[in-house]
């Protein structure tokens, strides 16, 4: 059974980093095929595609938010990070991360996410 | 980019077929993906490329489409079923969202 859960913050400074967690079970990111991305969504809002990392240790970014995102990973540890620079009150957002299947991806398991607010 | 462009809601009654439109800027062959979200909850797949019936979603889902015209049909529509529902392209980098159809009972 995959299950996924993201840990973070809660509340940090503009111009701060956002650091998250993705802890997860039922699937290693070690083998072949598997993925983590990572998704946000503002409150009310739609969804947004930040980045995803693969098992081979490869990353995507979105383009949109230029080079603030670093995704990482610990397959020792079941875990996956996302780091976002520089935030602003416009990075507030609850930001979910997912098991993604590879190819074309899509997302079929997600965690419950972690809601996160910049603000001073 | 791929935008991805959905009606923002639908009203439906209880027992009626419903379909939800998404709408691609550009084809995206049959790498469209569906997706449920219920009030507080986190999103559900549905639907992979296209047509593809997830494990453990109803019957009363089903997808179609390619290039860039896609449908998410529910039939029949139950009062479990009120939700947002988003549309996603895996053709191109970005991954992209459409902004999401609110499913209404009338």
């Known amino acids: 059974q995959v299950t996924l859960k993201e840990s973070g913050p809660g509340i940090l400074q503009p111009s701060h980093t956002l650091s998250l967690t993705c802890s997860f079970s039922g699937f290693s990111l070690s083998t072949y095929g598997m993925g983590v991305s990572w998704i946000r969504q503002p409150s009310g809002k739609g969804l947004e595609w930040l980045a995803s990392?693969?098992?081979?240790?490869?990353?995507y970014n979105n383009p949109s938010l230029k080079s603030r995102l670093t995704v990482s990973k610990d397959t020792s540890n079941n875990q996956a990070f996302l780091k976002v620079t520089s935030v602003d009150t416009a990075d507030t957002a609850t930001y979910y991360c997912?098991?993604?299947?590879?190819?074309?991806?899509?997302?079929?398991?997600w965690g419950q996410g972690v809601m996160v607010t910049v603000s001073s | 980019d791929t935008v991805l462009t959905q009606s923002p809601a639908l009203a439906v009654s209880l027992g009626q077929r419903v379909t939800i439109s998404c709408r691609a800027s550009k084809s995206v062959s049959t790498y469209m993906h569906w997706y449920q979200q219920k009030s507080g909850q986190q999103p559900k797949l549905l639907i992979y490329?296209?047509?593809n019936l997830e494990s453990g979603v109803p019957s009363r889902f089903s997808g179609s489409g390619s290039g860039t015209d896609f449908t998410l049909t529910i039939d029949p529509v139950e009062a479990d079923d009120i939700a947002n529902y988003y549309c996603?392209?895996?053709?191109?980098?970005?991954?992209?969202f459409g902004s999401g159809t609110k499913l209404e009972i009338k």
């Open positions: 997912a098991h993604t299947r590879p190819g074309y991806p899509y997302f079929d398991y």
């Open positions: 490329s296209a047509s």
């Open positions: 996603q392209q895996s053709n191109e980098l970005p991954l992209t």
């Open positions: 990392i693969w098992w081979n240790g490869n990353t």
